[in-house]
């Protein structure tokens, strides 16, 4: 099914307006599975994509939105939140929590609301890009927008950024 007729396409771009987000959905032409591939097809640096990663807290979901220049450190995020563990969650497990395959997790529209860490990392970008439902589709947010479109919380979830910023009027 093209992403333009993608329900699940449908109700994030339901779902951003209903939370009066102003960005609008762009559908690439190739996958953007992987940060890297989505920040070469938008011409920006990695650091601004926020990839969505799904995690197993116990049963439970938890979404962190991290930035595309590093990774998440599980033992980090788990002592964050006072757990003993925190696992990277299976593709079923995203699929029944999200309703949105790997690759094109958004940060909303799912069945219920899930738990989000929102990386401190993105905030360093005036525009981010984040997943909107499926590997080909995805939207210009901000880091505060971010926050308020998921109630996540800001933490630091991994390593300090592999890349350094672009000045504000060089990004897109």
Same mark, same amino acid.
């Given at each position: ?5 993608s =329900?699940r ?14 960005g609008e959905?762009r ?7 992987t940060a890297?591939?989505?920040?070469a097809?938008?011409?920006? =640096?990695? @650091?601004? %994509?926020?990839?969505?990663l799904?995690? &197993?807290v116990g049963?439970?979901?938890?979404l ?5 220049? #590093?990774?998440? &450190?599980? @033992? ?6 006072g *757990?003993?563990e ?5 593709? &079923?497990f995203v699929?029944e #929590?999200?309703g949105?395959?790997?690759g094109? *997790?958004?940060?909303v529209?799912? =069945?219920?609301? %899930?738990?989000?860490? *929102?990386?401190v990392e ?5 525009q ?7 590997? #080909? ?6 880091? &505060? ?5 998921t ?20 990004q897109?």
């Amino acid at each position: 099914m093209p992403p333009a007729d993608s =329900p699940r396409v449908a109700e994030v771009v339901r779902r951003l307006r209903e939370a009066g987000a102003t960005g609008e959905v762009r559908e690439l032409t190739d996958s953007a599975r992987t940060a890297a591939q989505a920040a070469a097809q938008l011409g920006v =640096p990695v @650091g601004a %994509i926020a990839n969505s990663l799904v995690f &197993d807290v116990g049963g439970s979901p938890l979404l962190v939105l991290t930035s595309g220049a #590093h990774r998440v &450190d599980t @033992g980090l995020v788990a002592a964050l939140l006072g *757990v003993p563990e925190v696992r990277v969650a299976r593709p &079923d497990f995203v699929r029944e #929590h999200t309703g949105q395959a790997i690759g094109g *997790v958004a940060p909303v529209g799912h =069945p219920a609301p %899930i738990g989000t860490l *929102v990386d401190v990392e993105l905030a360093r970008f005036a525009q981010v890009w984040a997943a909107a439902g499926h590997p #080909h589709t995805v939207f210009p947010t901000t880091y &505060d927008e971010l926050l308020r479109l998921t109630e996540g919380t800001p933490a630091e979830v991994g390593p300090g950024p592999t890349e350094p910023a672009l000045p504000e009027a060089v990004q897109a």
